[in-house]
């Protein structure tokens, strides 16, 4: 007998730090365990099984994430005592934003028109352990206007081969970032974080694995000197054969949102 399934966009937030990313792993806590967990908890012996938007690295948080929920058997009654009861079971650390049902043919990954990515940092300074979890200190001082020129060249259309983690000849690396650029940040703010940092804005369809991170760390290298502008522009190149071998670290990086 065919069985009708029911389909759930949830949205979601949370600070990353003490998850090793997404997906599930032996042995670690990860936040796809915790959600089914919690999940699974609340709704007793319904079954279900939840589907990510974009899987997330280790320590790397998110304002709004999202995940698909399908349920068999039989509908949630009520959306808002399930936001309430799953918010009340789930770690300090994860909170749920909203639940809506949505059509079958809805597709939690291919539906989204794009994505915004935060890269916080500071430069010069040794910051405040607090900052650790969503803010990457870099103690040298940076050339951050130099830096911020160098954003500029990400956005478009390139090919992101370089700024793949272990990329294959058989990859599709041609992306378009509709937004690249390093700006103030007037976004996050702490009475412990220093006076002074930034965010590298990113917006795009969709990304390579590490590929914004890898960004970053090519962008640390410029603002040391290590690197001109003239090598991020032929990193982006068709036939580029340079590999970047700075990945920036994954606590500074923030999923902003993702729009549907």
């Known amino acids: 007998m065919f069985q009708k399934r029911y389909y759930y966009l949830v949205k979601f937030q949370f600070l990353g730090y003490r998850f090793h990313g997404w997906q599930k792993q032996p042995n670690h806590k990860t936040i796809h365990l915790m959600i089914d967990r919690t999940i699974k908890y609340v709704l ?9 938007a974009s899987r997330t690295d280790a320590k790397v948080s998110a304002e709004m994430a999202a995940f698909e929920l399908f349920l068999k058997d039989s509908p949630l009654k009520d959306l808002d005592h399930f936001l309430a009861e799953f918010n009340y079971n789930l770690p300090q650390d994860i909170r749920a934003l909203s639940i809506d049902e949505v059509s079958a043919d809805f597709n939690v990954i291919q539906d989204s028109k794009h994505k915004e990515y935060h890269y916080i940092f500071s430069e010069g300074e040794k910051c405040h352990p607090f900052c650790a979890p969503i803010l990457t200190t870099i103690v040298e001082q940076l050339d951050v206007d130099l830096m911020s020129l160098g ?4 956005q478009g259309k390139h090919n992101f081969k370089s700024y793949c983690y272990k990329a294959t000849n058989n990859g599709l690396y041609e ?3 509709k937004v690249c650029e390093l700006i103030d940040n007037n976004m996050y703010k702490a009475n412990f974080f220093p006076k002074k940092s ?3 804005r990113v917006v795009g369809k969709g990304f390579g694995r590490h590929q914004i ?6 962008l640390i290298k410029l603002g040391r000197g290590e690197v001109g502008l003239d090598y991020i522009e032929n990193s982006l190149k068709e036939n580029s054969d340079i590999k970047i071998d700075f990945i920036a670290p994954a606590s500074g990086l923030i999923l902003k949102k993702i729009e549907y």
């Not at 007793?44 to 990510?52: G, I, P, S, V």
């Not at 954003?151 to 990400?154: I, R, V």
């Not at 991170?213 to 090519?218: D, E, K, S, T």
């Open 213 to 218: 991170r890898l960004m970053m760390g090519v």
């Open 44 to 52: 007793k012996d319904h079954r279900f099984k939840t589907l990510a």
């Open 151 to 154: 954003a500029k060249l990400f």
């Open 198 to 200: 930034y965010v590298l």
């Open 175 to 177: 992306r378009t970032l």
